[in-house]
């Protein structure tokens, strides 16, 4: 989540040294007027330094209840308002600025990415209990934790022994055979939907040559 976050800001960024300036330097960024601007997708959340609140299943463990799920859309929707402004900030005199003013420009939309983040983690924590912050700390550490141990280095810093380094491999070895049983349950219960004709049919044109999925009426190539 925290990479899905981090690329909306990215995009924000992005927005704004898109287009070419009118004025002086061609290649000086600008706000772009009238663009489009980014709706996450349903009632997905965007919630800095809390970024597990957007699914469901953690909201249920943490006992949200409908107002504050109703406050922390709102919080969400302020949030994405302030980022995408932090990326539409005037560029068009790009071209006549000194390297210093360039680069408190771009320290200011820094700063507004900043404090649109301070904020919004504020507001968060005045929408959640004590106890419901404790919980969520302890999810997000886990989600992290155990990405982390993939990387050589956190296992050498952390400083596991032989004994724990086999059986965290010995654990990922269970995990992989878990998701494959589970892949091929899958696809067997998939076929099991089909009766003995749609199945031979499916079956005869799968040992066709591929000619790519029907697209509109055509086929793509």
Excluded at 128 to 133: D, T
Aim: glycine fraction near 6%; hydrophobic fraction near 40%; proline fraction near 5%.
């Amino acid at each position: 989540m925290r990479a899905f976050i981090g690329a909306i800001v990215a995009g924000a960024a992005l927005a704004a040294f898109a287009a070419v300036g009118a004025e002086g330097d061609p290649a000086a960024p600008r706000a772009i007027e009238g663009q489009p601007r980014f709706q996450p997708p349903g009632q997905y959340l965007m919630l800095p330094a809390y970024s597990a609140l957007a699914q469901e299943s953690v909201q249920k463990q943490i006992e949200l209840v409908h107002e504050q799920k109703e406050k922390l859309r709102e919080i969400s929707r302020k949030y994405l308002e302030e980022i995408q402004g932090a990326g539409r900030l005037d560029w068009s005199k790009w071209g006549e600025m000194s390297q210093e003013e360039r680069k408190a420009k771009i320290e200011e939309m820094q700063k507004r990415y900043s404090d649109a983040q301070a904020a919004a983690k504020k507001a968060i924590e005045e929408v959640l209990l004590p106890h419901q912050i404790d919980r969520l700390k302890q999810i997000e550490f886990r989600t992290r934790a155990s990405g982390m141990l993939y990387a050589p280095n956190v296992i050498e810093q952390i400083g596991l022994t032989e004994e724990q380094k086999n059986r965290l491999k010995q654990l990922r070895e269970e995990q992989q055979k878990k998701m494959a049983a589970l892949m091929e349950e899958t696809m067997e219960k998939t076929l099991d939907l089909l009766n003995d004709e749609q199945r031979k049919k499916l079956e005869e044109l799968s040992n066709r040559p591929w000619q790519g999925f029907q697209w509109g009426g055509g086929q793509r190539p």
